[in-house]
């Protein structure tokens, strides 16, 4: 990942939130600009990336999202920055959120997806994120059906302004896909949630369209 990247995590790690202006048609929802913290990670993992072993096959662009263990199948949509340099988010519940800038689903790194959990009305893509369990399998497709498959490593809930960005965004070795959402109660005074979970999963398996 690109070093300037980092300036902007906070955004993504910000922007799950169950505004009612996330839900707008033709308002794409952005983030809060990223603080000092940030910045140190800059310093702290932002100029290093290692390369994937020469016989890793590199990473795709994912399309679709299934999860079976909660009953989901999403449509993937890259998204990138806009032009106050924040993170873009769909503008309706049902899409997931792939950091285009960043890793590569499949490829050494840290690939990262985000997704509402709800708004003001009803349950949003990630609602059911929370369920998952240690073990519980993730796949992903590519256009052409190309198929990779990761397990569920970890779960981890932060504190919004607390969560590590040089483990879920920094560059590893390992093939890694982190989830992103909220978490937590819903503090009205700050029309947020309190909490971002985190769900780290590695890649165990890909195959190619049959």
Not at 5 to 32: D, H, R, W, Y
Not at 35 to 52: D, I, L
């Amino acid at each position: 990942m690109k070093p300037l990247l980092f300036i902007l995590l906070t955004a993504l790690l910000a922007a799950c939130s169950a505004e009612e202006p996330q839900m707008s048609k033709g308002n794409k929802e952005t983030a809060v600009n990223a603080e000092q913290p940030v910045q140190q990670a800059v310093t702290a993992a932002g100029n290093e990336r290692p390369s994937a072993p020469a016989n890793v096959e590199s990473g795709i662009t994912p399309s679709t999202l299934s999860i079976p263990a909660i009953d989901l199948e999403a449509p993937v949509k890259d998204f990138g920055l806009d032009e106050q340099g924040n993170m873009e988010l769909p503008e309706n519940g049902k899409d997931v959120a792939w950091f285009e800038p960043g890793a590569h689903p499949g490829e050494a790194g840290n690939a990262v997806l985000a997704g509402h959990v709800d708004n003001e009305k009803a349950p949003a893509v990630f609602f059911r994120l929370k369920e998952l369990e240690i073990g519980d399998t993730i796949h992903l497709y590519d256009e052409d059906g190309k198929q990779l498959t990761f397990k569920v490593k970890d779960k981890i809930a932060y504190q919004k302004d607390d969560a590590p960005l040089r483990k879920i965004f920094g560059p590893t070795d390992k093939r890694m896909l982190n989830l992103i959402t909220c978490t937590g109660y819903f503090d009205r005074d700050i029309h947020n949630y309190v909490e971002r979970l985190v769900v780290y999963t590695e890649l165990t398996e890909q195959q190619n369209e049959s």
